[in-house]
């Protein structure tokens, strides 16, 4: 049996849903790097997380369930999650860079007055 990669998390919480509905619609799917993702702590030094392979002959209903249980975004050839908010992250990122820049700005002239 042949299985693919459809999808890659870190959140351990993501793959027991996701377990659970696979194992409701009797998919044969297989979890990899489950234990060293959880024990290496955030992000597992570099790791890719935790991948959740489907067989081959499956894909298609095991991508169906991802996009009914909300976790799956635009799927592109190259079998990678696009995720559509992506640019709204940057530029809370940014946000939240400026509000901290202003805040020490602040912080300084505030202390350095005599």
């Given at each position: 049996m042949d299985y693919?990669?459809?999808y890659?998390?870190?959140d351990s919480a993501e793959v027991s849903i996701i377990k659970h509905?696979?194992?409701e619609e009797k998919l044969n799917y297989q979890i990899l790097d489950e234990h060293t993702s959880s024990s290496a702590g955030?992000?597992?030094m570099g790791g890719e997380g935790m991948?959740?392979?489907v067989q081959e002959s499956q894909i298609v209903k095991?991508?169906?369930i991802l996009k009914q249980i909300g976790?799956?975004?635009e799927w592109k050839d190259d079998l990678k999650k696009q995720r559509r908010n992506q640019p709204a992250r940057k530029w809370i990122f940014i946000f939240l860079a400026a509000l901290v820049l202003i805040i020490v700005a602040f912080l300084i002239?505030?202390?350095m007055n005599p």
């Open positions: 693919s990669t459809i890659r998390t870190h509905k696979f194992e955030i992000a597992g991948r959740i392979q095991a991508k169906t976790y799956l975004g002239m505030w202390f």
